[in-house]
């Protein structure tokens, strides 16, 4: 017999409710746990579910699923970025190795020139193997500019120039590719903090963003990486990749609960079209879902 997926484990799971009964709701938080919600977050979830549905007798299906997703969906986080072309913005991209900053940082480059803002890539992952070679590659295809140093220069260097490039032209976006700082190297982490004083002292006002990109696949590793940067630096959105048929998506619930982070963008492929606002109401029903 095939292995259900979560979300059909799920669904079976609600077609048992009957109103009564611990063995539903245990059942549930197990469910919720293996959808990458993390242990803390699924019982208090559900702890908070099993009280509505006995104190308003709740005992339908689609009434207890209803309910479950309203839950969810208070935790989940979207935000949208609208850089002042007239401006010098900066967003800077972080995270691990691995989880697609390269690839992100060149999907959005294309998302905002694509509404008339002049992009500029800073290449500031100096220190992966032709990781300046990939952004260059990138800039090239999107017609985007990009502003580069050897490798192994200062990452803080390469922001400060990208920007002096943006407010020579009058304005526009740095988007910033750093190197994927592992997140239990404290001084990696303190070398962040020296390119984040150096963005945020050449963007305008308001116009600094700092956005941990995660990959979706790797569930509550996602949480804890959330945790780190935003201790290190404050974050103030995220870029979901890799979240197709094999990522569940719990993370974002429990990122959006404890540290109250919103979702920038979803991406689902490589392409650079293969990038999407966040629409949490279609991102809950999918996790609830066969999907």
């Known amino acids: 017999m095939a292995k259900l997926t979560f979300g059909q484990k799920l669904?079976?799971?609600?077609?048992?409710y009957k109103g009564a009964g611990d063995d539903f709701f245990e059942e549930l938080t197990d469910a919720l746990i293996e959808g990458d919600l993390g242990a803390k977050s699924a019982v208090e979830i559900v702890d908070a579910l099993e009280k509505v549905c006995r104190e308003e007798k709740i005992s339908g299906e689609e009434e207890v699923a209803a309910q479950l997703k309203k839950m969810l969906l208070s935790y989940v986080k979207k935000t949208d970025f609208n850089p002042d072309p007239s401006k010098v913005n900066v967003y800077m991209l972080l995270g691990v190795n691995g989880v697609g900053k390269t690839t992100s940082a060149a999907k959005m480059a294309k998302f905002y020139s694509q509404k008339g803002i002049n992009v500029v890539l800073s290449a500031s992952d100096t220190f992966r193997a032709a990781a300046v070679d990939q952004?260059?590659?990138?800039?090239?295809?999107?017609?985007?500019?990009?502003?580069?140093?050897?490798?192994?220069?200062?990452?803080?260097?390469?922001v400060f120039d990208a920007c002096e490039s943006v407010r020579a032209a009058?304005?526009?976006?740095?988007?910033?590719?750093?190197?994927?700082?592992?997140h239990n190297k404290e001084n990696l982490v303190n070398e962040l903090k020296k390119i984040d004083r150096i963005a945020s002292s050449k963007a305008d006002e308001a116009c600094y963003k700092?956005?941990?990109?995660?990959?979706?696949?790797?569930?509550?590793?996602?949480?804890?990486?959330?945790?780190?940067?935003?201790?290190?630096?404050?974050?103030?959105?995220?870029?979901?990749?890799?979240?197709?048929?094999?990522?569940?998506?719990?993370?974002?619930?429990?990122?959006?609960?404890?540290?109250?982070?919103?979702?920038?963008?979803?991406?689902?492929?490589?392409?650079?079209?293969?990038?999407?606002?966040?629409?949490c109401e279609k991102y809950i029903d999918e996790f609830m879902s066969a999907k």
């Open 11 to 16: 669904k079976s799971l609600f077609g048992l």
């Open 135 to 158: 952004i260059a590659m990138h800039g090239e295809k999107l017609g985007v500019r990009v502003v580069k140093h050897q490798m192994g220069s200062d990452p803080g260097a390469v």
């Open 210 to 279: 700092k956005i941990l990109v995660i990959d979706a696949t790797t569930g509550q590793n996602a949480v804890r990486q959330a945790e780190v940067f935003n201790e290190a630096v404050g974050l103030d959105a995220l870029v979901l990749t890799k979240y197709d048929s094999t990522a569940k998506g719990g993370e974002i619930v429990t990122i959006g609960k404890d540290l109250g982070i919103p979702v920038l963008f979803v991406c689902t492929g490589e392409k650079y079209e293969n990038i999407a606002s966040m629409d």
């Open 170 to 182: 009058g304005g526009g976006l740095v988007i910033a590719d750093t190197a994927g700082r592992l």
